[in-house]
């Protein structure tokens, strides 16, 4: 049982099952919170020649602080106040305040200041003298003080650099030797450059869909904490079973292990150590009496949980999420100090699925899948950017309303892309909670970075902090170290070829070697990716940076391409597994009013919308896509045509978005002779806005659905019809069910023509949907539509079924003006279902006149969070019932107030 301990005595060994059992919090450890908020006049931020010295939040961050200090133009993200402001991001700001000490802090033997987030590079001084610095927001800094410490009143001055400086001096410091490129972010960005050189959020320096705010401040939390026996820093939580393949029908025993970090004052000094696991009935625990015999032990302790005494956690839509605290105590006997640290857990086997498509023929290459608890599961979902580029402008509410809307749109698993933060704790509570999974990169996103001794240390210390910090939370399933950054490099994105061995050498060093072995060691039981997109093991058989990283026959892949057609899922390629793709829209006008200014800025090619666009060509491209399939207003650029170009975009990136994602949804169930296809995962690029811009989300910056989010709800339901038009223009209807269930029903397919509410044709057939598998359930001839050919008018299919969300599909693009019949919607009446504290549920009847394609339904006002049940549909009944579900208690009358409609007829410019 020695193994237990690495560096300890065991006196002791109890181990008991009780029923009932409190903990105390922490007890007896001496702590000093430093957070204040500016109202109290506590901490001050002073800039390089004190002409500005204005009270500050903690945590916090200077662009906040100075404009709540009316030092900024406000709101923040105002036409061009990114710009405006950027002589924030070249002052050094200095925090400071004042802190009474106790003689009872003074007394404790080992006292630390903890800094749980230094947004970036300082040097902290307290009494003035120096203790220590910092270089990277992501680390969690601990330094020692007590030397520095005394009764009564005490200073803390933390000296922020410029980041902007910073990173420019450590850029030419670089180059001095090599330069690691990129020089600099396109012009399109209006950014700052060589975001690289410094461990701060990467987008922090803006990005092709956000603005540069590059903060200074104390981002998370601070405090001084002394104590004079060992205190559970940081605990690791291992639940492993005592079969290889633990599955849902196999019985289990789980062997949770607690591996826990303490920092010891006092070596020697006799104390207990505790895990309790709170089970269905009751909870176990296991208790020890130890000697710690060093400043830093590791210790591993553990239970039995039998599988009858926990329910399995599953994806979201594959069974519930239910959770158990496992909570770790520290008791020093001499001290009457107590440590405790509480986690979440949840019962689940995650396994990254690489195996042979075809074992005769390895050409054919591998599958890449997630297997939960012995399930397969086509993950589902988007990708995250920071929520907002201020990290203390993130609320709970804003992250809560997130994952909430992941949830509701049948998302299964969310990827933390590489360019932004680490995410709160509360967002993977969240994720817990929902059975989001998280597919977690590191935070090194679209360029080279360097690889010398001193950046590799910090690296380190940031994996050592983020895995330590993230580790028990069921929903993360996979580590990645970057985001196409092995792609950047074998594709020669900034000119590295020249110097190739130099930079695959700098990768192998930063990613492998640091990143990669650093996951590894402390946490052997995920997957750690070398990148995204990658071919997982062909890429580490390649070296690790693969021929093609984009290979459709390993790992997964990102796609764009904005100049096909979007609407045609014969461009998307045939890849196993789908990280990111996507195409850009704008929000809805009235989250853009918010701002801009209406009168100078309303309309497509205005200074400000330019402004707004950083992805080079975004607006042509976005053009190209509404002229290909919508019609097109014969004025874009005026402002009569601002919010019908809005709208179309919006129309086209749905479209889009949902022609992609039911390809590869389908392709889950084809595998072809080259060894393509048996895609299992489709994560659209990208959930959430971080301001008011053109962007690839489906989620705006103030929460609203954008058209896609709700397309999205549909595509991603667990079971779907999915009709397209094959090569040989026969039309295809497939079922792509996620589903344990074989299901019987009956579908039904219309074909309309634009002009009439009557069908051409209507008829029922009875189908049976496969479990879990994607299949052709209906083949519809030419034949069947042949009337549609020689008409002017242009027809629609139109499918339904019991309990699956309706689609449709456009045999002809509706693109000429002509065949949109005005379909005179109407509201004919808003009743309220439901008026409660916590939401209320209104019902929206409309009715139609014809065929109404892309009914939009909104509320101008930006400050009403919550959803319709579904949006930018094809109305084909005369009348319809759509119910909006507000997040908040709402009037009916506030809700009527804002409520717009509009249809693809409305924009028609005639
Ligand atoms: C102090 O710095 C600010 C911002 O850099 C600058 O605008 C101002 O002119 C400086 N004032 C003095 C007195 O140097
Ligand atoms: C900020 O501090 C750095 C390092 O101490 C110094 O080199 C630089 O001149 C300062 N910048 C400003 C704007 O005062
Ligand atoms: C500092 O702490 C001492 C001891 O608890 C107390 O007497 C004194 O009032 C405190 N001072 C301030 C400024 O809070
Ligand atoms: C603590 O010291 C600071 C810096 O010397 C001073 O500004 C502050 O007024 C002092 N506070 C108290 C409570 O004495
Ligand atoms: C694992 O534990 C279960 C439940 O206690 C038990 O039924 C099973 O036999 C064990 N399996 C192995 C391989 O030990
Ligand atoms: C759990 O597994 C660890 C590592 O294999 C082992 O050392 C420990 O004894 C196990 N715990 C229990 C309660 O069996
Ligand atoms: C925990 O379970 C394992 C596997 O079922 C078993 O071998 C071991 O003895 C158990 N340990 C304890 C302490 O009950
Ligand atoms: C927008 O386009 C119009 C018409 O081509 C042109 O007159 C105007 O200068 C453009 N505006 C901007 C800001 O590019």
Redesign the pocket.
Known sequence: MNSLLRNGVILELILFTVLEFCWGQNSGIESVNLNAERENQIWKAV???K?INIPATVPGGIYTDLEKSGLLSTPIYYRFNDLETR?VA??NWTFSRSFNVTSDLLSKSRIGLVCHGLDTVSEIFVNDVSVGTSDNMFVRYIFSIKDFLKLGNNTIDIKFQSPVEYAQKAWEKQSSDYPVLPRCVPANYNGECHANHIRKMQASFAWDWGPAYPSSGIYKDIYIEGFNGALVRDSLLFITSNVSRPSYTRATTWNVTAQVYLEVADPYEPGTIRLEVSTKNGSVVFEQDVILTENQVVLNISVNVTGDQVNLWWPNGYGKQPLYTVQVLYTSNNYGETSLKSMEAGFRFVELVQEDIDFTDVEKGLTFYFRVNGWPIYAKGSNTIPIHVLPERVTQEMTEWLMESAKEANMNMLRIWGGGIYESDNLYSLADKYGIMIWQDFMFACSMYPANTEFLESVKKEVDTQVKRLHYHPSIVLWATNNENEAALRGNWYGTFLNYSRFAADYIKLYIDTIKTEVNKLDPSRECLPSSPSNGLETEDEGWIAKNPYSNLYGDVHYYNYLADGWKWSIYPRTRFASEYGFQSWPYQHTLYSVIDKDQDAYWNSTMMNHRQHHPLGQAEMRLQMQLHLPFPRDHKDTSTFETMLYLAQVTQSMAVKAETEFYRRLKGLLYSSGEGLNMGALYWQLNDIWPGASWASIESNGRWKMLHYYARNFFAPVILSPFINQKGEVEVYTISDSKDRIQALLRVRLFQLDSLTPLKDYEILIDVDPVASAQVLLIPILFFEECENSVSICLLYFTMFNVPDNFLFLTYPKERAVIQNPNIRIEEITSVETATNGSTFAVKLSTEAIAPFVFLNNQRNDITGWFSDNGFVMVNPIQTVYFQSKNYLPIDEFKEGLEIVSLHDVIDL
Do not use: G, V
């Open positions: 800039n390089s020649n002409t002589w070249k002052e």
